[in-house]
């Protein structure tokens, strides 16, 4: 059973869905009537002939988020279907891009769409390129540059790249709280560890639960010998 988080059902008002699937469906269906009737004719011949975004959005006469719905309804389906078949996505990328044409706001498209890309398709590029485009539409949404920073990290081991993002994460409203303990550990991974230092120090002195004070102790205590070992290397 899909989730409703993949659906986002209750976006508008029935009488609205069916307006606007009616508008889209009444436009979609005659540019591929002939085909679709056609003995035999395919799911994925019919995500061939999907229209361009711009065709779509006159169809939806204004309800591009409805036509985003539909067309991420579709996306689901056909990313199902090959991930019960074959485990092939020729046209995932150019579904997501429609999507997010339609609605550049529908955050989970990209968190989710990077998902399938990376760990489906094999596409950690595509993954990336697709997160960079929700960033810039949603630059007050903590979600997508924290997706950009952990693929970088797990998947890319770009250490840098994971701490830039990490550092836009936290300057949003909302970002998990252990955001901050990511970003001192990758200073110290990227060598730079009297800022690590620094903002582990912080993080015991502002900390109200104690585990998180011991944590921080811990790195700090990691840190200063690391620091301290590599002032005798620098002295011999």
Known sequence: MISETLLRPARISLVAFLLAFGLLVG??????????????????????LLPPPPALRVASLGFHGMAADLVWLLTIQYFG????TDMQFPELRRML??????????????????????????????????LEDGARANPTRWEIPHDLARTYYLDLKDSRQALHWFEVTDRL????????????RLYAATGERDTALELWQAMRDSATSEWVRELAMQEIAKLEGQIADESRERMR
């Open 81 to 84: 279907g090959h991930v019960s």
């Open 97 to 130: 891009e429609t999507v997010i044409a339609l609605d550049p706001d529908f955050v989970e498209v990209y968190s989710l769409g990077a998902l399938f890309l990376n760990y489906f398709a094999r596409d950690v590029r595509g993954a990336i390129a697709l």
């Open 27 to 48: 436009a979609v269906i005659p540019l591929h009537r002939q085909a679709l009737a056609r003995a035999g004719h395919s799911f994925e011949e019919r995500i061939w």
């Open 173 to 184: 409203s909302g970002r998990p709280h252990y955001v901050p303990r990511f970003i001192a």
